[in-house]
């Protein structure tokens, strides 16, 4: 029997205190604890870890001041393409989806692609064709709409900048989750909309199994920050390949990971 854990974020990134009221804390808060309780209450009555990552991201998707799902921040033309992707560390199988739109849980659909496909990521129109086959819903563009990511572009446009969301004003990004079950089986899962006023196309770490998404039978990670930073050096395989051949705790090969990750930065 192993101990229950679920770990969950909202993305990382300074916190700037004077831009958070205690009303928007209050808000954030209740995000986070209705991603935990979801999360929780699956764990608390013996179910999987998988489910129980995918529980938390759904909460998460749904609350919009998050950089996921409703809520996602917008791209260079004004759309909301959102990336995401789910990892059973028991079996070693995974499932991911890249710019897909109109889908109010990317996370869900990655769930899919790992249990009906024989694929790990689906992208673009064809993740859209595959979701249309499955019976996914598709929502309005309004309801992913936040007058908060408009403006965030808006600002980014005039800037110049390809914007990760953890600098804009309100900075509460991409989510995540990780868990390990009563059978100590571990899982993680990751969703965003990635950064705000990216163009042509641009994917980032989150649907990549092993760049912002990996579980193994040792550790589970969910990345947040920027993508392409963790793409170059494979970051969420790197924390698992330190404890597997190093034979490091998960905090030291965390710490040896990023440490790594600021030499490429
Ligand atoms: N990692 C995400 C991306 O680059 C962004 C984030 O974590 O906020 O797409």
Partial sequence: MARPTLAIHGGAGT?????????????YRSGLDAALTAGWTILDSSGNALDAVQAAVVELEDFPLFNAGRGAVFTHDGRQEMDASIMDGSTLRAGSVAEVRNLKNP????????????????????????????????????????????????????????????????????????????????????????????????????????????????????????????????????????????????NDAAAEAIAHLTEIG
């Fill in 107 to 250: 996370i869900l659909l990655s769930r899919a692609v790992m249990d009906k496909t024989v694929h790990v990521l689906l992208a673009g129109e064809g993740a859209m064709k595959f979701a249309a086959e499955q019976g996914f819903r598709l929502e309005p563009d309004k309801y992913f709409f936040t007058e908060g990511r408009w403006q965030q572009l808006q600002d980014a446009i005039a800037a110049g900048r390809v914007q990760l969301d953890h600098t804009a004003p309100k900075p509460i990004g991409t989510v995540g989750a990780v868990a390990c079950d009563a059978e100590g089986r571990l899982a993680a899962a990751t969703s965003t909309g990635g950064m705000t006023n990216k163009k042509f196309g641009r994917i980032g770490d989150t649907p990549l199994i092993g760049a912002g998404t990996y579980a193994n039978e040792l550790c589970a990670v969910s990345a947040t920050g920027h993508g392409e930073y963790f793409m170059l050096a494979v970051t969420a395989y790197d924390v698992a390949a330190r404890m597997k051949y190093k034979n490091l705790s998960l």
């Fill in 15 to 27: 916190v700037v205190k004077s831009l958070m009221t205690a009303e928007l804390e209050a808000e």
